[in-house]
């Protein structure tokens, strides 16, 4: 009994891949990254005759920003933010916090009163 190849069914969200290591909100924070670096870092670097040290921090941020956007939160019972995002994406949990500090740290709670009756 010969069967034919099967694809696993995936999560992939609508993305496509580019270059077969990103997705495109992964490319996109990877440029966003690497050019902070280029407008900030890099210039400093240049005036001090540092360039290499310049593209290193390029070559750093773009990580960072692909870090973001691509991996998860990993499971660990030893931190209490592990335990509460564990395998959630990085870039959903920044953008969950950036909405909670817009909204300047305000908690709204449903209270309910049991009845004393019973």
Known sequence: MA?????????????GRILMVFSTKAFIATGIGALIALC????????????????ISIIIFGFIGFFITTFKMPSSNNFEIFRKTAGESIYDILKRLVKFKMKKNKIYIYFMEEDKNE
């Open 3 to 15: 069967g034919g190849p099967y694809n696993i069914p995936r999560d992939t969200k609508g993305e």
């Open 40 to 55: 900030t870092i890099y210039p400093i670097c240049s005036i001090l005759n540092v360039k290499i040290a310049g593209w």
